[in-house]
């Protein structure tokens, strides 16, 4: 007969070998976009593949008061956490970033049909083509830095809105970075979209674009016959 504190036990090596791993958490980077002006970044990743997380965070730096934030992190899922457009007169210090908090969600098996990543897939087909990096014109009073591209929507789906990180590149080192969505991207349809930095960003050799969508959030999408 099985004692008690044996069922125990192995409930818990179970629950123990079945629970999410933890969310892997790069080094907080910081770049200067203007005058007392800063953007704040971290890579951060989901190894689980049952797994999906909302999360609050928020990056800390001496002298300087930063604003926390929500994200989510689908299964497998790799992105940047940011705190962009950070104004500080002496520039924010050692900066680090902290999760806060961590609400897991178990993926359900009978909704991801017939698996996740096929399931995802069709939900997160974006085509991101034409990516261009245009420097200032020299003729303007203001540098404007823009990086343009266009989506297009291969899903079945429209969403509410739809997320771009944009990251540019001088080599294999981050050069600047910017977040910007679209609202009210239709099943099909294809889109322009702007990045813009108010400053001269010289040297960038390659432009990386992310789309975000929290897939598994109902509000993402705009219901059919709207």
């Keep these: 007969r099985w004692r008690a504190a044996d069922?125990?036990?192995r409930f818990g090596a179970f629950r123990e070998a079945n629970a999410p791993r933890r969310l892997a958490v790069e080094d907080a980077q910081m770049l200067q976009v203007g005058e007392g002006s800063y953007?704040?970044?971290?890579?951060?990743?989901?190894?689980?593949?049952?797994?999906?997380a909302e999360i609050d965070y928020q990056f800390l730096?001496?002298?300087?008061e930063i604003k926390p934030g929500k994200t989510y992190l689908l299964p497998g899922e790799i992105k940047f956490l940011r705190s962009l457009g950070v104004k500080s007169e002496v520039g924010p210090g050692s900066p680090r970033l902290e999760v806060t908090a961590i609400l897991w969600h178990r993926v359900d098996?009978?909704?991801?049909?017939?698996?996740?990543?096929?399931?995802?897939r069709e939900r997160l087909d974006f085509a991101v083509t034409d990516v261009k990096f245009t420097p200032p014109d020299p003729a303007d009073p203001i540098a404007v830095s823009r990086?343009?591209?266009t989506v297009?929507?291969?899903?079945?789906f429209s969403y509410w809105n739809v997320g771009f990180f944009v990251v540019l590149f001088d080599g294999s080192s981050i050069g600047a970075v910017n977040f910007v969505t679209i609202s009210e991207l239709r099943s099909g349809q294809e889109r322009q979209v702007d990045a813009s930095w108010f400053t001269d960003l010289p040297g960038v050799s390659?432009?990386?674009?992310?789309?975000e969508v929290n897939i598994f959030d109902d509000r993402s999408y705009i219901p059919p016959g709207r």
């Design 39 to 52: 953007d704040l970044f971290a890579g951060i990743s989901n190894q689980n593949v049952r797994w999906w």
């Design 7 to 9: 069922l125990h036990r």
């Design 109 to 120: 098996q009978h909704v991801v049909r017939p698996d996740y990543p096929t399931w995802a």
């Design 147 to 149: 990086a343009t591209f």
């Design 206 to 211: 390659r432009v990386e674009v992310t789309p």
């Design 61 to 64: 730096a001496s002298g300087v």
């Design 152 to 156: 297009k929507n291969n899903t079945a």
